[in-house]
């Protein structure tokens, strides 16, 4: 990534973000439906780490070899990024509201800042909405524009059967940890997080670069899709053993009756006497039920089994990027993903 490239991706966002007010403007909403949309977005498009906003303009960087971007590449590809970073926050204020989840980025979830509460679903709905203004105003015009609004649409599309496997497999009224097996966890991870978090920011880039031959496509996914598959299993474990404080929330996987990658492992490995207790325990809020599951983790030493997957994963992802040919794509593209989340902490 250019030394400056984080800088050259923020400084995308207030241009979009008057962008946007200029047209509620022009519409003539009222004044403080304005500023509550104003402050929705800055709360909630802004404060992660924007991984996936910035690998837009870095995947076209390098399928470009090494070519300086002209000034309106670099912009409409920063805001591709954004395009996603704006997608994220509308999938992270849903999923928040249906968790009943505390805390987000290191602040309150945005239905319990003061005065927000069920308005956040159509504060939601508003933010995904933006996606597609910024299409239209930016790309119409361009000969892949029709590509950009699939691939939106089909992303959101997979992201959402994912969430609702994944809320009807873990219900939080409904404790039954017979519905959980490892198979179901892929499903879940695939379609709710590798598509949009790791398929989707080097698609963008690739149309953007003008590949338009669809086995650079399928060649990208069968690699991008397993290496989100291992960012999510990472998710899992620090929901459960990584510091809040550097995550920027309060993990509640056990809490929420999550099918998350350490209770599949543990189910697998469990004893009678141990699967009880997972029973017993499992996706209820007390105190004492967490560290009861958590104590079963231990004795599984749920931990090692983490640790020996990350190395498992890394050695296999990568031989799958050894074997990238195609003309049109880099082996760059997937090493500077691994690179970047290969055991992270946050």
Known sequence: MVADAYKEFMDVFPVLAEELLTHLRSIDIPQNAIEWFEKSMRYNVLGGKM????TVAETLRILKRGETLTKEEA??????GWCIEWLQAFFLVSDDIMDNSKTRRGQPCWYRVENVGMIAINDA?????AIYFFLKKHFRKDDYYIDLLELFHETAFQTELGQLCDLITAPEDNVDLTKFSIEKHAFIVRYKTAYYSFYLPVALGMHMAGVKDETAYKQAEDILLPLGEYFQIQDDYLDCYGNPETIGKIGTDIEDNKCSWLINQALAKATSEQRKILDEN???????????VKEVFKQIDVEGLFKAYEEESYSRIN???AKVDHPLLSQDVFTTFMKRIYKRTK
């Not at 709905?125 to 909405?129: V, Y």
């Not at 499992?282 to 009861?292: P, Q």
């Open 125 to 129: 709905f508003i933010l995904e909405a």
């Open 75 to 80: 912009f409409k590809a920063n805001l591709l």
């Open 319 to 321: 031989a799958l990027i």
């Open 51 to 54: 991984n996936r906003g910035l």
């Open 282 to 292: 499992y996706g209820r809020r007390d105190e004492a039920n967490v560290a009861a």
